[in-house]
Structures are given as C-alpha cells and as structure tokens.
C-alpha cells in the first residue's frame, strides 16, 4: 500500500499505515481521532516476533486494534 487508507470505526476515523518490511513480510501502524483538531499518536501493531505474510492480513490486524481501542476508551 501506498500511504495510508482511512476507515470509520464506531465513529471515530482510523488511519491504517501497512509497509513492507525487508526482506519479506509487512507492518502496519494505526492513529485514532474524532475530528481534525486532534493530533493522535501511532500505535505499530506487532505479531509476536514476526512480520504478517500480507499487507491484507497487517491492515486486518491494525483494523482489530483499532476497534478494540475505540471501543475500551471510546476513543
């Protein structure tokens, strides 16, 4: 991916970053806010000592702690 793509979730945006990793595999990073105003952090999302095989699968991944976030803190 190229950039990064926005979603909305329970109302909150969400921008999903993916990048290839070297030599194989990709990471992906998130950032939450409700308006424009806001100047949020990235989060990286890790696998557990590894990379994801796909960018789909690290956009999945960033996407379901995203909404775990939202959720917990009603981001």
């Not at 991916?1 to 290839?20: L, N």
């Not at 030599?23 to 999302?45: K, S, T």
């Amino acid at each position: 991916m190229d950039g990064f793509v926005r979603h909305q979730i329970e109302g909150a945006s969400v921008d999903i970053d993916v990048v290839p990793m070297k030599p194989h595999g990709f990471c992906a990073r998130f950032r939450i806010f409700r308006d424009a105003a806001d100047q949020p952090e990235w989060h990286n999302v890790h696998v557990s000592g590894s990379v994801f095989d796909t960018a789909e699968e690290a956009e999945e991944a960033a996407r379901s702690m995203a909404l775990e976030k939202v959720l917990a803190r009603g981001l």
